[in-house]
């Protein structure tokens, strides 16, 4: 216990003095952050760069008369003299600080200190964003080095020294003096062209096309001369030779007794007729063979279009389209899509942590005392604060069983007087146990925090979630790619509808709408309507549908087994494809080395969000069980993910089938021990505190965690942005799903093997409008296997409606006249 003590004295002293630095800190901060103190700075600074503003422009005017007269007087003498008059529309001051920026400094460039005051000032008082401090101070250094020396060099000494300031006479000449005056002007140029190419992106692609065009024309040009050349060739005759005859000679000399002619072209030919065939007067139509034999000895060549690619390169052709058009961009289909930003997200809370050292020095000392009173001594106890729970780590003496410790849990909590005690015995991967102690005052962790940090900017997860803070603080963000599925439960009121929404915002932030859809189901048909609006973004929805939320029993069953097609058509693009998963699919997609012709296409990431599943549980069963389970199973590689929420955690709502499937659970506070073995495996659920307080395991640890705050107004305001902006004509189709037993009778049975007692019944049913199978029992002194066999056949026959759980099916004919003429139609039928 000396040691102890001792121990506590000297951190005691050290926490003082660190804790004096961080109070000097924060009090900085504070007047910093302070509103008021923004608003007097923000006003000042817009003011100022309004006189700077008129100060410089006047100066262009007037700077010449003035400059003699307040350059050779002291400032003390300029603030004293009422008698000195100067020119400037802002008086001497403005006079002063223009000459010297202008003159003295930078010339025009002078400027850029209007844009910079005009900026913080905006940022201070408004807290808008015009542009990021760090690129406008970046920019504004570049202007300030390259518009000096540009005006210098181009305007000579006189207007170049008053435009570019002593900074840009000073640098002219230095560049002068080194390169030459035409090596300044490549400095020069070089500057202006490599600042453009780094931030406006300028690209040299019209030089590169125009010099392509030019050699294509070229390249036409000497194509057709060279056509023109052949085609002269095919006109004109053979060259021959007649021994030295003249022309005149020509028509006198009988065709048999003529000399035989020379084809110095074609030696091997034996005929002599067919070369005089092209000096005949008349044109008769020439023989098929003609055009051939007479130019054997011609080259000819045959060059394909670059339209028709050679057979042979065509393993190169995705190669070749990414040189040409680049790789695929999905995101192009909404090149206008904007993210919505941080300031839709509320700041709740404080970002820092507001414990008190009376209460942690209250707590230790009780838990050593109540340790200390059933014989447990402790070597060390270390605190480690969390936005809601305090974490205490405790080395045991030597000898000391764990399982004592664990037992004295509720004796701790009754010390403390707090609720939600939770003794973890030990701690893993560490040589200690834990206690996890409420804060007096927990904080609540704003989305804002977690959105805006930098854990979840620079995430490189498929499909990142923010889920609030651990009890160390620090930010958690999640994969759920990774996880691959998850299921939430909880009791009512505890959080699981914010931790929803806090996952739906997350994948919001992160991820472009080609990327990524959601297929939401919401029976209680209040939870999940905030994000109706962005259907035509993010949503996905069977062809027939005309809500994106789904809400109808009959429906969900649908959507989920089109979900069953879904997976299997993308497993079969997958085989093609020769890939194992979705990221390999569509990164050989993006490198255009899949054929959409084959039905190849961009796969967005579909999650699957499931509230109150137990409602579906109750009144649809193993039609919703099944699909969901082979979700669970396959769906994984082809990136749907399952999220599933449940305020009943109880076994025949999460099956064994279920929870083999879900190996990523989360936890919010639950009633009994028996509930968080059911989500968990384990008890600890039971004790948390509520208020979005959760266990999150994963399989092979457990975490607890704060859950991220995002209000309700803060949706409202993200999907109204998203859904103002232009999207796809409609929400995603899923593959259409037709029910087989649609039009048929409920358990296969045929209308010929309809009870004898059906009509007998159906009259009931219309008359009481009641449709239960109790009261064909009472009425018609039937057992129950047999009034449900003739439920079934009413149900078929669209008398009544279908199974609604524990309450009665809804009778859907509503007088005798109307089952009249069912009862006759099929009959005929």
Not at 196 to 201: E, G, K, Q, T
Not at 211 to 216: G, S, V, Y
Not at 268 to 294: I, Q, W, Y
Not at 633 to 658: K, Y
Request: aromatic share 8%.
């Amino acid at each position: 216990m000396a040691k102890n003590t001792l121990k506590g004295e000297k951190s005691g002293s050290k926490t003082k003095k660190s804790g004096g630095v961080k109070n000097f800190g924060a009090k900085v901060k504070a007047v910093f952050t302070d509103p008021k103190f923004r608003a007097v700075v923000g006003v000042f600074l817009l003011l100022f760069s309004f006189y700077l503003l008129l100060a410089l422009t006047s100066f262009f005017f007037t700077g010449g008369a003035d400059y003699s007269r307040v350059m050779n007087q002291s400032l003390w003498e300029l603030i004293s003299d009422n008698e000195l008059k100067v020119d400037n529309w802002m008086g001497k001051f403005g006079a002063i600080l223009a000459s010297k920026l202008v003159n003295k400094s930078f010339g025009l460039a002078s400027y850029v200190f209007v844009f910079l005051s005009f900026i913080l000032g905006v940022k201070a008082l408004f807290k808008v964003t015009l542009l990021r401090i760090g690129t406008a101070f970046k920019h504004s250094l570049l202007v300030l080095v390259w518009l000096p020396v540009t005006c210098a060099y181009f305007l000579g000494s006189v207007q170049g020294g008053f435009l570019g300031g002593y900074y840009g006479t000073v640098m002219d000449r230095w560049l002068n003096s080194l390169v030459g005056s035409i090596g300044a002007f490549f400095v020069i140029l070089f500057s202006a062209v490599a600042y453009s190419v780094i931030v406006f992106n300028l690209s040299f692609d019209w030089l590169q096309n125009l010099f392509i065009k030019e050699t294509k024309e070229e390249v036409a040009e000497e194509e057709t001369e060279e056509e023109v050349a052949q085609n002269q060739l095919r006109e004109t005759p053979q060259a021959v030779d007649f021994n030295e005859s003249g022309p005149e000679e020509e028509d006198e000399i009988p065709i048999e007794d003529a000399p035989e002619p020379v084809i110095k072209e074609e030696p091997e030919e034996e005929s002599t007729e067919e070369p005089f065939v092209a000096f005949e007067e008349t044109d008769p139509e020439p023989e098929p063979k003609a055009e051939t034999e007479g130019l054997e000895g011609v080259s000819f060549e045959v060059e394909k279009g670059e339209d028709a690619p050679d057979e042979e390169n065509t393993e190169v052709t995705a190669e070749s389209i990414v040189d040409k058009y680049g790789e695929y961009d999905p995101t192009l289909d909404l090149p206008k899509y904007k993210f919505p930003g941080l300031d839709m997200l509320e700041e709740h809370g404080s970002s820092e942590i507001s414990v008190n050292k009376e209460e942690l020095e209250s707590n230790k000392n009780k838990i050593v005392q109540t340790l200390n009173n059933y014989g447990i001594e402790i070597e060390k106890i270390k605190a480690t604060i969390g936005p809601t729970v305090t974490l205490y780590e405790i080395v045991p003496a030597a000898g000391v069983r764990i399982s004592k410790i664990k037992n004295l849990e509720d004796d701790i909590a009754l010390s403390l007087a707090a609720l939600g005690i939770r003794i973890i015995a030990p701690i893993p991967g560490k040589g200690t146990i834990g206690i996890e102690v409420p804060n007096q005052n927990p904080d609540i962790v704003s989305m804002h925090s977690i959105i805006g940090s930098d854990k979840f900017q620079n995430s490189k997860f498929d499909l990142p979630i923010g889920l609030g803070k651990t009890i160390s603080n620090e930010t958690y963000i999640a994969d759920l790619a990774k996880m691959p599925h998850l299921l939430m439960a909880g009791a009512t009121g505890q959080g699981k509808s914010v931790g929803l929404n806090a996952i739906l915002v997350s994948l919001l932030y992160k991820k472009h709408p080609s990327q990524l859809k959601f297929v939401l189901v919401d029976p209680k048909k209040v939870e999940l309507t905030l994000f109706s609006k962005i259907e035509r973004h993010y949503l996905a929805k069977l062809p027939d549908s005309e809500d994106a939320i789904i809400t109808d029993t009959t429906k969900v069953v649908h959507t989920l087994n089109s979900l069953c097609i879904e997976m299997d058509q993308r497993y079969e693009l997958l085989k093609d494809a020769q890939v194992r998963n979705l990221r390999e699919y569509n990164a050989k997609f993006v490198q255009r080395k899949l054929n959409p012709n084959e039905g190849h296409r961009f796969l967005p990431y579909i999650v699957l969000v499931v509230d109150e599943f137990a409602d579906l549980i109750m009144t649809a069963g193993k039609e919703v069980e099944t699909p969901i389970a082979r979700l669970a199973q396959l769906a994984r590689a082809i990136g749907i993910h399952l999220i599933i929420a449940t305020q009943r955690p109880s076994v025949n709502i999460i099956t064994g089938t279920i929870k083999a499937n879900f190996p990523a659970r989360i936890a919010f506070k639950v009633t009994s021990k028996i509930d968080s073995r059911t989500i968990l495996d384990a008890p600890g659920a039971d004790q948390l505190i509520g208020r979005g307080d959760m266990l999150l395991s994963t399989g092979s640890d457990m975490i607890r965690i704060q859950c991220a705050f995002v209000d309700t107004p803060e949706v409202d305001k993200i999907t109204e942005f998203i859904g103002s902006q232009q999207g796809y004509p409609d929400a995603l189709h899923l593959p259409e799903y037709v029910d087989e037993n649609a039009g048929e009778t409920i358990g296969g049975l045929d209308p010929s093997e309809r009870d004898s007692m059906f009509e007998d019944a159906a009259r009931i049913i219309v008359t009481h409008q009641q449709g239960s199978a109790s009261l064909l029992q009472r009425k018609l002194k039937l057992g129950y296997n047999r009034a449900g066999r003739i439920i079934d056949q009413l149900e078929a026959a669209g008398i009544i409606g279908p199974f609604e759980g524990s309450k009665a099916r809804q009778v859907l004919i509503q007088d005798e006249a109307s089952l009249d003429r069912i009862l006759n139609n099929n009959n005929e039928a």
